[in-house]
Nanobody, 117 residues
């Protein structure tokens, strides 16, 4: 399994970014992709996840209403649209093959999101 996250960058407060996670090598057509983030000095936390089987999505309370996770099965890619960003969203964002940290077996390389004026 390979996961490649991209799309991070510097954005001003209130701005938007879209992260992408390209997935490959899954043994089954149905799988779960989760987005996690780790801010400096903090533990990695789950942000959102989506099941390709039924499209069910989950969000952490801190991003609910601002972030939207989606998938493009034709491209084997999962997106995280992040709107109304604030400095508290600054972190390295990772995609992984699970919703819960304890269930993840494969991590993609992180992409840095910096929210600053």
């Amino acid at each position: 399994v390979q996961l490649q996250a991209s799309g991070g960058g510097l954005v001003q407060p209130g701005g938007s970014l879209r992260l992408s996670c390209a997935a490959s090598g899954f043994p089954r057509a149905e799988y779960t992709i989760g987005w996690f983030r780790q801010a400096p000095g903090k533990e990695r936390e789950g942000v959102s996840c989506i099941s390709t089987r039924d499209g069910n999505t989950r969000y952490s309370e801190s991003v609910k209403g601002r972030f939207t996770i989606s998938r493009d099965d034709s491209k084997s890619t999962v997106y995280l649209q992040m709107n109304n960003l604030n400095p508290g969203d600054t972190a390295v964002y990772y995609c992984a093959d699970g919703c819960m940290y304890s269930m993840v077996r494969n991590w993609g390389k992180g992409t840095l999101v910096t929210v600053s004026s």
